[in-house]
Structure formats: structure tokens, C-alpha cells
């Protein structure tokens, strides 16, 4: 089966219900299929991690849905919620879908290039700072001497 379309179905199964047993789910739904009930912890897993559901026992067998699920449920479910996801993927990390090598190389050849930029003024800043460091000791020493000279005149 589907791994979208089990969550989708356990997603709407915890929307209707309010929380649902996940392996009691499971094995009602698809009696003879042992590899689903196997794996049915990573499917609640799954849709706990995505924050669509949560856990509501300590063993980790209850599975209810919370406000951001049903929040997916009523925007059309996790089709959805997979494919809004997928447009921020692309936004935050657009190398991951772009099958262009020549762009993938300038892109390479552009952050060694910050790279050796960022040390460069790195290495300025350490010695500017440095640098007014010592002239700030350099004043403070001044200025105490002038303040010595003062008070002792008197």
C-alpha cells in the first residue's frame, strides 16, 4: 500500500475519531497484511514528527490529532500537506531540485568564493580589534596619568 495514502487515511481516522489506537487501527483495516502492522509505529512516528498527531499514552499506541492536523484535514489532508511542504523544500533548498550540473558548479565555485571572502574579513576584523583594543588601554593609561597630574597640582 501507499505510505501517503496510509497516512492519509490514519490522519483522517484520528480527525473523525479524536484519537485512535494505532495498532487496534491497523489490524482492523487490513487484517492479513503483516508487514503494515510491522510498520505501523513509523507510520505514527511519522505523522507525530510532521506535528499532524500526537501521542497520548506513555507506550506510544494512542494516536490523536492536534490543532496543526486538523488544520491539513480541512486544507484537503496530506496530499496537501506533502505538497506545500515540497514548495518550501524548493524555496529553502532549490540545489535539491535542480538537475542542472553547470549551475551546480557555478554554485560551487560562487560559495568558495564567500568562503574566501568571509575569512578575509574575518582576518580584518580579529586585527582591527585588536588594534582598538590597544588604543583603548593606550587611553585609559593616558587618562589616569592626566587625572594624577591634576589631583596633584592641588
Known sequence: MN?????????????????????????????????LFKSAKSFGDQLVTEKLAHFTDEQRTILAISNFGRYWILMGGYPAFLKDNEHKLKE??????????????????????????????????????????????????????SLYLILSRT
Open 3 to 35: 505510505r501517503e495514502l496510509l497516512l492519509q487515511q490514519l490522519l483522517d481516522a484520528t480527525y473523525e475519531k479524536g484519537s485512535i489506537s494505532l495498532y487496534d487501527y491497523i489490524a482492523g483495516k487490513w487484517p492479513d497484511d503483516n508487514e
Open 92 to 145: 529553502h533548498h532549490p540545489h535539491l531540485h535542480n538537475g542542472n550540473h553547470d549551475h551546480d558548479i557555478e554554485n560551487n565555485h560562487l560559495k568558495e568564493d564567500l568562503r574566501v571572502a568571509r575569512l578575509r574579513f574575518t582576518k580584518y576584523r580579529i586585527i582591527t580589534y585588536w588594534w582598538s583594543f590597544a588604543f583603548s588601554i593606550i587611553s585609559f593609561f593616558l587618562s589616569v596619568i
